[in-house]
């Protein structure tokens, strides 16, 4: 995860923790398969007893605890032994682990290790990994382009995400999120043992769908014109604003295949759509506010300050109850469980 993308961490009203019910929900919907993934692609030798699993992007959990387990269980399920696991809880440095490790479920049946550092990287000991997982993490980018935040520059974006309307902002982050991924994945293929499996889910954009045309993509913009607001009144500073973008990217599914198809080092056994038990996000003004201050809320107080975000995101409470008929006719996400086979 980008090191300029900071959740809310603690165990408060406005933690991440507290409001990753969304995402929650998608390894849930994604359990059977998930099972049927481990049951008929994983094909490792654990004579030692052995099983090393990772969490990549794990944040502060519970979501985390619940997709180790599963994958633990089903693990269990197909080899029908008594196995030692141990898991490596990986997310950047300024990720709140001390909450992780509090909420530690004390019934668990493993060793926990936690892991700081960036995913665009090797963070783990070459082929010593039988399963990996990373959930709501691979749409962060390492870097903005400088171009974005210059407002002098021809390519500088008023938005502090990509919107998708214009093809220059676009191909630029495109290209910037093709170099992580491949840094990813050639991570993931070096900590990987042979055929060991790497479990994506996640949300990326239907093929012809821009992300300004989703609940996301609606919420963003709200948030940046809150900002805005906030700037005009000299609460933040705006040359400060102009710079301030979040390091993320949506891809369309096909060029997210493409990408994964085109690193090699993986093959695709399962890339299907996932359907939440109640769908896309709620029409609760206050329910998308929560959710996106956990999510960004962080990322804006570390630029401009707590007050500031408070302020922000009052406003954005405000506009999101103004908005739901529009945000009610967004256009729906895609949902995902990719499962990956190292070569």
């Known amino acids: 995860m980008s090191s300029t993308f900071t959740m809310i961490g ?62 633990l269980d089903a693990v269990e399920n197909k080899y029908q032994q008594d196995i030692d696991f141990q898991v490596f809880f990986n997310d950047s440095s300024n990720n709140d682990f001390n909450s992780l490790f509090k909420t530690l479920p004390p019934t668990r049946k493993y060793f926990a290790t936690g892991v700081p550092g960036s995913f665009f990287g090797r963070v783990l000991p070459r082929n010593t990994l039988h399963v990996g997982v990373s959930s709501f993490s691979i749409h962060f980018v390492s870097m903005i382009p400088k171009e974005f935040k210059n407002r002098d520059s021809p390519l500088w974006n008023k938005d ?9 902002i676009e191909k630029l982050y495109l290209d910037q999120y093709k170099i992580d991924m491949e840094i990813f994945l050639n991570a993931r293929a070096q900590e990987l043992m042979s055929s060991g ?37 000299g609460i933040i500073d705006q040359k400060r604003l102009d710079t301030f973008k979040l390091p993320v990217y949506f891809a369309q599914v096909d060029v997210l295949k493409q990408i994964i198809e085109d690193n090699g080092c993986f093959t695709i056994e399962v890339f299907e759509k996932i359907s939440h038990a109640n769908g896309e996000y709620p029409l609760d003004h206050e329910y998308l506010t929560l959710s996106f201050k956990a999510t960004v809320g962080g990322s804006v107080a570390s630029q401009f300050g707590q007050d500031a975000m408070e302020k922000t995101f009052e406003l954005v409470k405000e506009k999101t109850q103004e908005m739901l008929p529009q945000i009610a006719k967004a256009k729906p996400g895609f949902q995902y469980l990719i499962v990956l086979r190292k070569n």
């Open 10 to 71: 603690g165990e408060g009203p406005n933690s991440y923790r507290q409001h990753s019910k969304y995402q929650g929900a998608l390894v849930e919907a994604a359990k059977e398969k998930i099972n049927e993934a481990i049951s008929t692609k994983l094909n490792i030798d654990l004579t030692s007893k052995l099983a090393n699993i990772a969490d990549f992007g794990c944040s502060t959990g519970p979501n985390t605890f619940f997709a180790i387990q599963t994958i």
């Open 160 to 168: 502090i995400y990509c919107t998708g309307f214009s093809k220059k």
């Open 197 to 233: 499996l790497l479990l994506l889910l996640g949300g990326c954009l239907p093929n012809g769908v821009k992300m300004s045309e989703t609940v996301n993509g609606m919420m963003t913009d709200i948030i940046g014109s809150s900002l805005s607001e906030i700037a005009k009144k």
